[in-house]
């Protein structure tokens, strides 16, 4: 058993700097949300800011809201609130489509920029719509253009000559391993490469310095740690030097240097904005808006600082209270290197899963046999950490996972 005990976590809960920021999330009671890697949950504020948007900018003000309300900063406005969580400067980022739509956006431009080359480099535990979409996008293009895969520690030994762009996606979405951002870059750029980092599983939970490290492009995730709601619009970046060399693939008028000129031929606009395609979603960027606001008033290292001590806090006491049950730590067990999720895989990984989320301890399953926690630290304690192992233990021991409502596939896991 591990020395530490529940009465000493109430205590780290008591002295915990980021404890008070759970009241401003809605965390269903009696739950142990260990999922905001996915979904995040509802910051308090973004009912009240959603049905403001609803009822009085687009019930009372109607289409007026695009000039009174800032509709039409929205993209650019939370674009700088990200821009504070991933190191860029203010004008490097904005909102806009999803993650997928937004690594086409970028990872077409960076090969527009690179006429010579033709090579794709990722690694082979990428998540699988990253590779879908370069897949899609060399098909459409029809120049001879490869994605080429390797294991993620193979990385810097194969970034050659040969190389167009590297695109990689920092935290690996099933493991929780973090590449070196610094190292991979300058390796990519000593070898004439252009570096395209996924920020889907790193933005909003720990500190990115995407000007630190030199990256050219980005993208990311509004729905997971910036707690944006189901589908919130995504992120993209470009560094401020390749901005106006960018040709946007998706060249529509919200990129356009004057939109509301309706000239009959397509101009970029200066900066980061030409990467904007069509209207922004008001409503969902509004959401995503409230849920930047609580996060920016948190700051990154200090919830870096608690994620670690909660991913570590995990680790050990799966690996003391749950120790006979076949569990085998998945992720890096070096903080350093290991985001803000902990894994472990097992074979009836799938079951014990779901037989964990029906005692409202709520993680998610990653085929083929991988248990995934996520540590959230603005609204999770160190408490739930304890009752969601003594929850696993319970169930292991019971062995009430192995009941057949269990083993049924969800189409979402
Ligand atoms: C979650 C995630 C996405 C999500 O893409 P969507 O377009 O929002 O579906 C993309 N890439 C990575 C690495 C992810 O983890």
Redesign the pocket.
């Known amino acids: 058993m591990s020395a530490i005990t529940r009465e000493d976590l109430l205590e780290w809960d008591q002295s915990d700097p980021l404890g008070p920021m759970r009241a401003q999330f809605h965390i269903p009671a009696n739950t142990v949300y260990l999922d905001g890697n996915?979904l995040g949950p509802m910051p308090r504020t973004t009912a009240g800011r959603v049905s403001q948007v609803l009822e009085e900018e687009w019930g009372e003000d109607l289409i007026r809201s695009w000039n009174k309300h800032g509709w039409m900063e929205l993209p650019q406005r939370c674009g700088r609130k990200i821009a504070g969580l991933i190191g860029a400067a203010a004008n490097e980022v904005v909102v806009a489509d999803?993650?997928?739509?937004n690594?086409f956006k970028l990872l077409a431009a960076a090969l527009r920029l690179q006429t010579e080359r033709k090579v794709i480099l990722s690694d082979s535990g990428?998540?699988p719509?990253?590779l879908y979409v370069a897949q899609g996008l060399i098909d459409l293009l029809d120049k001879g253009h490869e994605l080429k895969l390797v294991a993620p520690d193979e990385i810097l030994g194969a970034i050659d000559d040969q190389v167009a762009v590297v695109m990689l996606?920092q935290t690996d979405?099933r493991s929780g391993r973090i590449h070196k951002m610094n190292e991979v870059t300058a390796k990519a750029h000593s070898a004439g490469a252009l570096m395209l980092w996924?920020l889907?599983?790193s933005a909003g939970a720990f500190p990115v310095d995407l000007r630190g490290a030199g990256a050219d492009f980005a993208v990311g995730?509004g729905?997971?740690y910036l707690n944006g709601g189901p589908?919130a619009p995504?992120f993209l970046f470009v560094a401020e030097r390749l901005q106006d060399q960018v040709r946007p693939p998706l060249s529509g008028w919200m990129g356009h240097e004057a939109p509301f000129l309706f000239d009959q031929d397509y101009r970029p606009a200066d900066g980061i904005s030409r990467n904007l395609c069509g209207t922004p979603a008001v409503l969902s960027m509004s959401a995503l808006d409230a849920g930047l606001d609580v996060i920016g008033n948190a700051g990154m290292s200090a919830i870096r600082e608690k994620s670690v001590r909660m991913t570590s806090l995990f680790i050990d006491l799966v690996e003391t209270h749950c120790a006979d049950f076949g569990f085998e730590l998945f992720s890096p067990r070096d903080p350093e290197t290991r985001g803000s999720q902990v894994s472990f895989s097992h074979t009836q990984g799938y079951p014990i899963m779901a037989a964990l989320i029906d005692q409202d301890v709520i993680g998610d399953f990653r085929a083929p046999d991988i248990l995934r926690f996520g540590f959230t630290p603005l609204y999770l304690r160190y408490a739930d950490i304890w009752d969601a192992v003594e929850t696993l233990r319970d169930i292991m021991t019971s062995g009430s996972w192995d009941q057949p409502k269990f083993h049924k596939r969800l189409a979402v896991t």
């Open positions: 996915s999803s993650t997928s739509v690594l990428n998540f719509t990253d996606t979405y996924d889907a599983h995730c729905y997971k589908g995504a």
